[in-house]
């Protein structure tokens, strides 16, 4: 039995996105209980004590990567590999520091301002944070290895499906970050 | 001692125990570090699970390309040489689709023998009044883990149908994302050993839906429980990104959506449920945990909490995940039924849609388990009719089946048969569905056998018994060999009426105010006898069972060797040799026609592309008699 | 290699022009939580154009039912 297979059949590049927006689309649905179980459990309230300044700062810096991270994407497409290295990196950095604001910081700051993840509004603000955080911390990971394999000369303007894949889940994070800012931080 | 070793099943037993004892130890050094007493049961046996679970999959050797790949090496194509004998596929990770849909199926069949003795233990403690063997929280625990462990393994039997025969039936070489697919099934084992553990932790006294507030407090056992949920339902979802990605992208060329198998449509609309619903149920148990670890109260009142939402977000996975079950299963039915009455399935497009209507509908229905909440009356009147709207994409598929077996010439082969069984009792369970629906009765039947006996017998022919025509009909397409017709027509009607009998009992005693999950009844209601018929059906259905399982392993060493498509089947996968040796489909057939014209004349559909080289270039699928029996 | 230059240039404007959308979008945002009694809505609106354009310009949705564009 032949055990050669014809691949020209299929376009892998197509399928492989497919399944990786399958993924994201699942994984969406997490954020999407939590963010439902924030309103059905504390409607529109949200405590006065929040460090405002910090959010906002938290969300620039997370948009911020978003743009790098599309800039290293745009770069390896179209040949530029130092573009791609540089991009990553700064994308990276600014991961690190977002974790570092919500984990290090905003986590440290809140119990003290009467927001402990035990009861009341703690409760939705320390699980919505978590997750996200911790989805942060697989991209920041995911990208490292990227950038690592890049470095090698992984990638050319042919082949980074392992760029445009780390890529397109450190996007999926900010999205979710773009609804849970406003509803931790700005509702009333 | 080198054969064990090249086991991946071995080796992730091993790794995974020594995986457990670093989380233990990992777990008490930061405790210590953190100013806390190093042991809690509680919050180290959940880490240590965690580490345990990761360190089995990778002695498997299930993160062996990733890492590859992180580490910076090109991992390439999934192999497709083995060395060593064949069967030593079978116990490790491996990326060729036949290899998993066996796996998943042998481990379904496992789950399901175990989930059985389980029940077993509850019909043995119901068959008189009093209690007799075992303790209530011994009967709890039973009759939690033969919930949970059932639904296991009926997910596992949909992800062995689906894994086996998808690429077989699209003529593709394989499912999409073949090395996802050996981890998704390689999650499941763990799972199913983390849900056993927890009798070792104090069982779990729930039953299978775990609501707070009883499951955030007592025993750690609960733990295991909601951690092997979890990593079952990841699985699911793995799974789920395979078969739709397959179905959508690998279809061999010609075969429109409108000229899949209609198989292929069920597990693609449940495929959809898998993938959205299954968080939920996860998100659900995972906030129980750590509500149960880290204190915060999501379902705590006093916390600012509320126990009601959990019950919306479960339900919200957990009546859509019924259809995940049923809809492959109806699935085999609707492939199975113009196969043994040699006539084309009545209105294939319409089959395939109420697939897809029946998992959208299925997402707007899940209150019907809260009518006893307290809900506000306009949201129970809803659901109320959310829920009746399910029996019409339902009728449809029942009036096709009736339509295609209208003048059609029965073949009472072992499948047949098991169909025959899956309408008798789906129907049973379909036309018992309606009266639960309606608030006012339900609010009287709420948790009495009555709902018991409708939920099995919608099981039971939505999935069980589709599932076993599937694996009488596919043993020959899988093995090479043909099964014993005798004793598979013994295991039928053995079945058939030791479960007639078993639901029997359910619905009666349900209707006469038998609760559900309790282990002792009052002598004075009079529910003895019944309950004694109930438990021998219980008993024969078990029988029937070890029937079905000597005359698969006796037929799979001695059984005669199977023809060539033993069914007259037009389907793609009898076009290959059986059973199907290396790359499924090197080079996809062409399709050009419909799958089911059984009986009409000098219908085609497929023909095979010529650089499929050798033998089977000239087939088509019209097998030769077939025209005949048309001017018939 | 020109096209490639130009490309990419074409692509770095996008990036530009998205990354000046969100920041726009996010000083409305501020401004709105502040100045309503009532931002929920609003705020929900605006939070789903800067999704729309991160999962549009940025996630290239659309390559998954136009297969020509960014193949690689
Ligand atoms: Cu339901």
């Known amino acids: ?188 | 001692m080198r054969l064990l070793w090249s086991l991946g099943l071995i080796r992730g037993l091993v790794w995974g125990i020594v995986g457990t004892a670093i989380g233990i130890g990992f777990t008490m050094l930061v405790r210590m570090a953190l100013g806390k007493p190093a042991w809690e049961t509680a919050p180290v046996t959940f880490v240590a699970a965690v580490f345990g679970t990761l360190a089995f999959l990778a002695g498997v050797g299930a993160f062996a390309d990733w890492w590859r790949w992180a580490s910076g090496e090109e991992a390439g194509d999934p192999p497709h040489h083995h060395e060593g004998p064949e069967w030593v596929r079978y116990f490790n990770f491996d990326t060729d689709h036949k290899i998993i849909g066996v796996q998943y199926t042998i481990t379904s069949l496992v789950l399901m023998f175990a989930a059985g003795i389980m029940a077993l233990i509850m019909r043995l403690e119901l068959a008189q009044s009093g209690l007799q063997f075992v303790t209530p929280e011994q009967f709890n625990s039973a009759m939690g883990l033969h919930g949970i462990v059932m639904i296991g393994s009926i997910l596992l039997g949909v992800a062995g149908m689906a894994n086996y025969l998808l690429p077989l039936m699209l003529g593709a070489p394989d499912m999409a994302f073949p090395r996802l697919n050996a981890l998704s099934f390689w999650v499941a084992p763990p799972a199913a050993i983390l849900l056993f553990l927890s009798l070792a932790f104090g069982g779990f006294d729930t039953g299978w839906t775990g609501y707070p507030p009883l499951g955030a407090v007592g025993a750690t056992g609960k733990q295991f429980f909601y951690l092997g949920v979890f990593f079952l339902g990841f699985s699911s979802i793995l799974g789920a990104i395979n078969f739709i990605t397959t179905t959508l992208k690998m279809r061999a060329p010609g075969m429109s959506m409108f000229r899949m198998p209609i198989f292929v449509w069920g597990v693609f609309a449940a495929a959809w449920i898998q993938l959205t619903g299954t968080q939920f149920i996860g998100t659900s148990f995972l906030m129980v945990v750590l509500e149960r670890l880290l204190g915060m109260g999501f379902f705590d009142p006093e916390k600012g909490g509320d126990p009601v939402l959990f019950q919306h977000i479960f339900w919200f996975y957990s009546h859509p995940a019924v259809y995940i079950f049923v809809l492959p299963g109806l699935g085999v039915i609707s492939e199975l039924l113009p196969v043994f009455v040699r006539k084309p399935l009545f209105g294939y497009k319409w089959v395939a849609l109420s697939s897809m209507g029946i998992a959208t509908v299925g997402f707007l229905v899940w209150a019907h388990h809260m009518f006893t909440v307290g809900l506000p009356n306009e949201a129970n009147t809803f659901f109320m009719f959310t829920t009746m709207l399910v029996a019409v994409p339902t009728g449809v598929k029942f009036f096709s089946w009736v339509a295609t077996m209208w003048g059609g010439k029965i073949e009472f082969r072992t499948p047949m048969l098991f169909l025959l069984g899956a309408f008798v009792t789906f129907l049973l369970g379909g036309l018992t569905g309606p009266f639960l629906a309606v608030v006012p009765v339900d609010q009287y039947l709420h948790d009495t056998y009555f709902v018991v006996g409708h939920f099995h017998n919608t099981m039971f022919g939505g999935f069980v018994f589709p599932f076993l025509a599937a694996i009488y009909y596919w043993f020959p397409k899988v093995t090479g060999r043909m099964y014993s017709e005798r004793l598979g027509k013994v295991h039928f009607w053995l079945m058939l009426v030791g479960f007639v009998a078993q639901t029997g009992s359910m619905f009666q005693t349900g209707l006469f105010g038998m609760r559900r999950r309790i282990a002792d009844y009052d002598p004075s209601l009079g529910f003895d006898t019944i309950h004694l018929i109930g438990s021998i059906g219980g008993y024969l259905v078990f029988f029937s069972m070890l029937i079905f399982a000597y005359n698969m392993i006796r037929s799979l060493v001695a059984g005669e060797k199977a023809p060539a498509n033993p069914w007259n089947s037009r389907s793609l996968e009898w076009l290959l040799p059986s059973p199907v040796k290396g790359v499924s489909w090197p080079t996809p057939p062409v399709v050009v026609g419909h799958p089911y014209d059984y009986g009409v004349p000098n219908a085609t559909f497929v023909r095979l592309a010529p650089a499929g080289g050798s033998d089977r270039s000239s087939q088509t699928t019209t097998p030769a008699h077939e025209t005949k029996e048309a001017n018939r | 290699m020109n096209t490639l230059e130009q490309l990419r240039a074409k692509k770095m404007r996008v990036g530009w022009l998205v990354g000046a959308g969100l920041a726009v979008t996010t000083v409305v945002e501020y401004y709105i939580a502040v100045g309503l009694a009532r931002p929920l809505v609003p705020l929900a609106i605006v939070a789903l154009i800067k999704a729309w354009l991160i999962v549009v310009y940025f996630m290239h949705i659309k390559q998954l039912w136009t297969s020509e564009e960014g193949g690689h």
Do not use: C
């Not at chain 1, 179980?37 to 959010?55: D, I, V």
């Not at chain 1, 990567?65 to 994407?73: D, K, P």
């Not at chain 1, 910081?105 to 603000?125: D, K, M, N, S, T």
């Open chain 1, 1 to 188: 039995m032949s055990t050669h297979v014809s691949h020209a059949t299929y376009d892998r590049l197509a399928i492989n996105r497919l399944g990786l927006w399958l993924f994201i689309f699942s994984d969406a649905l997490i954020f999407a209980i939590l963010l439902i179980t924030r309103f059905a459990l504390f409607g529109t309230s949200r405590p006065e004590e929040l460090n405002q300044a910090l959010g906002l700062g938290l969300t620039v810096i997370l948009l911020v990567s978003s743009l790098t991270a599309y800039r290293a994407e745009a770069a390896i497409a179209t040949g530029d590999r130092s573009g791609l290295l540089r991009n990553l990196l700064l994308t990276i950095i600014f991961g690190t520091l977002f974790l570092v604001g919500v984990v290090g910081w905003e986590w440290r700051e809140a119990p003290h301002l009467g927001i402990v993840p035990q009861e009341g509004y703690g409760i939705a603000f320390f699980s919505m944070t978590g997750l996200h955080a911790f989805h942060v911390l697989t991209g920041v990971l995911l990208l490292l290895i990227v950038f690592f394999n890049a470095r090698r000369g992984a990638y050319g303007p042919d082949n980074y499906w392992g760029v445009e894949a780390a890529v397109k889940y450190w996007h999926f994070v900010d999205v979710v970050w773009v609804f849970f800012y406003p509803a931790l931080y700005l509702v009333r």
